[in-house]
């Protein structure tokens, strides 16, 4: 399952002023020399890309005749924005006594969960097997897909989720300002204590949920 892989192609979404960190910006001044350098060495995707990197970098530098300072950016900002699976005991917003039932089961984390839960005939199972609601489990393996995103944890996936933002195809098909604009409304009608995102925050999470890869069924 591809919780992370991107084709090379789309890092023109991604690579962009409002999208990415300043010192990043070298990728962004080059970025269809690179991806041009890189389709045509046949590297299609991030896996493929570092494959090849960890296997042998400087032959990765001489068939896609790219600097090597440029090569080694590229892994550093790929590394950067890679998906960190989280224990599942910190999303706390499916309550305390489901987590830990999930967690008697083997549910350890939030990669455990997408990959258990990415169907609707899965999470039946794990429903009946753990005897936690399947709504409950279709939260938390939606919050888990979200925080694929980059700097989504708990907090910010269920803020989006009770927004109604509940999948990667849901916020890509997003504008930052009308998303930052619904998630301030609905933070004033319910009165809660939480923040909606900054324009680059939410830019830089809509352009990686247009990238990745749809898991969840």
């Known amino acids: 399952m591809e919780l992370d892989n991107i084709d090379i192609e789309n890092l023109a979404i991604v690579l962009n002023k409002n999208t990415t960190l300043s010192r990043f910006s070298k990728l962004i001044e080059n970025k269809e020399k690179i991806i041009r350098a ?7 995707t991030s896996e493929n890309f570092f494959e090849q990197y960890a296997n042998n970098s400087e032959l990765l530098v001489s068939n896609t005749m790219l600097d090597k300072s440029i090569v080694d950016l590229l892994a550093s900002f790929l590394s950067f924005y890679k998906y960190k699976t989280r224990k599942i005991k910190e999303y706390t917003s499916i309550g305390v006594d489901n987590i830990t039932k999930l967690m008697d089961y083997g549910i350890i984390s939030t990669k455990d969960i997408i990959y258990r839960c990415d ?5 039946k199972l794990v429903a009946h097997a753990t005897e936690v609601s399947e709504c409950v489990i279709e939260r ?49 009608a319910n009165n809660i204590e939480k923040k909606p995102p900054l324009n680059k925050e939410i830019s830089t999470q809509i352009a990686w949920a247009k990238v990745y890869k749809e898991l969840i069924k």
């Open 38 to 44: 890189l389709i045509m060495a046949n590297i299609l």
């Open 119 to 123: 169907t609707s005939k899965k999470r």
């Open 140 to 188: 938390a393996v939606c919050l888990s897909d979200i925080s694929r995103l980059p700097g989504i944890k708990d907090i910010r996936a269920s803020l989006y989720y009770d927004c109604g933002f509940i999948s990667m195809k849901n916020i890509a098909i997003q504008e930052p300002k009308e998303f930052i604009d619904k998630v301030s409304k609905f933070i004033k």
